[in-house]
Structure formats: structure tokens, C-alpha cells
């Protein structure tokens, strides 16, 4: 199992960027796919998600600014994020697996990408 995030960058405040993350190994049509966050002495935290209903669900901090879909052809997701701020800043993170569905509760997530790190800085 393998996710590959890419996408990562610098970007002034207000600016947008879009991530894929590329899953190989299994099928992640029956798992939650989502993206979590990492800012430095801070906990994890979760940002979006698809559940394996197909619903997706967003932390209250980046509702209406960022979108997550994927591509079931690709096997790949996506997180476009818009009108981004400085407090987005952080190592973003692909997540994947069966537990950890409907919750944001990052212990149950099976299977972790290497990360892509966003600034939003002028």
C-alpha cells in the first residue's frame, strides 16, 4: 500500500493550491480517504474527508474554502484549497483506511502518505 501526496508549495495569503494524492495497493473505494494536517508543535488534525459512503465532510476551519474529491479511474483524491491563510500553513498529509471513518481520530487511520508541505506566506 503506497499513498504519494503531491502538490505542495509556497503561496501568498488569498492564493489557492491543489494536492493529489495517488493511492497504489488497494482499492480505495471501500475506504475513507481524507487529509489530515500538521503544523509544528501542534497535534494532528483532520481536514477533509470521503467516506466510504461517498460523503464528504470538512473540519469547520476550511468549510467553503477547500474541496475534496476523487477519481475513482485514477485511483487518486484531491484537496483544491482556496483563499488560503497563513494559519493553513502546515505538512499536509493523504490518509486512508476502514477505522477511522466518520471521525477525525487520526490513531485509527491505517496507511499515512510522506506529507507535502503548504506555506501561505507573503
Known amino acids: 500500500v503506497q499513498l504519494v501526496e503531491s502538490g505542495g508549495g509556497l503561496v501568498q495569503p488569498g492564493g489557492s493550491l491543489r494536492l493529489s494524492c495517488a493511492a497504489s495497493?488497494?482499492?480505495?473505494?471501500?475506504?475513507?480517504m481524507g487529509w489530515f494536517r500538521q503544523a509544528p508543535g501542534k497535534e494532528r488534525e483532520g481536514v477533509a474527508a470521503?467516506?466510504?459512503?461517498?460523503?464528504?465532510r470538512y473540519a469547520d476551519s476550511v468549510k467553503g474554502r477547500f474541496t475534496m474529491s476523487q477519481d475513482n479511474a485514477k485511483n487518486t483524491v484531491y484537496l483544491q484549497m482556496n483563499s488560503l491563510k497563513p494559519e493553513d500553513t502546515a505538512m499536509y498529509y493523504c490518509?486512508?483506511?476502514?477505522?477511522?471513518?466518520?471521525?477525525?481520530?487520526?490513531?485509527?487511520?491505517?496507511?499515512w502518505g510522506q506529507g507535502t508541505q503548504i506555506t501561505v506566506s507573503s
Open positions: 490518509a486512508a483506511g476502514s477505522r477511522w471513518c466518520g471521525t477525525w481520530d487520526a490513531t485509527r487511520v491505517a496507511w
Open positions: 495497493g488497494f482499492s480505495f473505494e471501500s475506504y475513507c
Open positions: 470521503i467516506d466510504s459512503d461517498g460523503s464528504t
